[in-house]
């Protein structure tokens, strides 16, 4: 069976910092596009975090550059989420996906839309207090 788990969620104190992980089964994540999104009561899923399968580049919007890091362990088959200086804003429910086609070529993105991904994790809860 094919399928993505997350954990690492948590309540945390602004500034504080969280990982979170995404252990995949059924499939490698080594060439894998893999992307962490979230979404926050009464707003859109939006990328956060996503790392291109054929050549590794990353990105990051704005809201998050320099505190989150994007990882893999191919050992463990698990893709990694480190979240620094944590701020109120960032509480939501975060979920990781993967897919192991190549995208559609027009996609200039190195976050997919979310069609393009074919697995996805149940999401975990990530609660910065102020």
């Known amino acids: 069976q094919l399928h993505l788990v997350e954990s690492g969620g948590g309540l945390v104190q602004t500034g504080g910092s969280l990982r979170l992980s995404c252990a995949a089964s059924?499939?490698?994540?080594?060439?894998?596009?893999i992307g962490w999104f979230r979404q926050a009561p009464g707003k859109e899923r939006e990328g956060v975090s996503c790392?291109?399968?054929?050549?590794?580049?990353?990105y990051y919007p704005d809201a998050v550059k320099g505190r989150f890091t994007i990882s893999k362990d191919t050992a463990r088959n698990t893709v990694y989420l480190q979240m620094n200086s944590l701020k109120p804003e960032d509480t939501a429910v975060y979920y990781c996906?993967?897919?192991?086609?190549?995208?559609?070529?027009?996609?200039?993105?190195?976050?997919?839309?979310?069609?393009?991904?074919?697995?996805w994790g149940q999401g975990t809860q990530v609660t910065v207090s102020s």
């Open positions: 996906a993967a897919t192991g086609k190549t995208p559609d070529p027009t996609i200039q993105t190195i976050c997919l839309p979310e069609y393009e991904y074919d697995y």
């Open positions: 790392v291109s399968g054929s050549d590794g580049n990353t």
């Open positions: 059924g499939f490698t994540l080594d060439y894998a596009n």
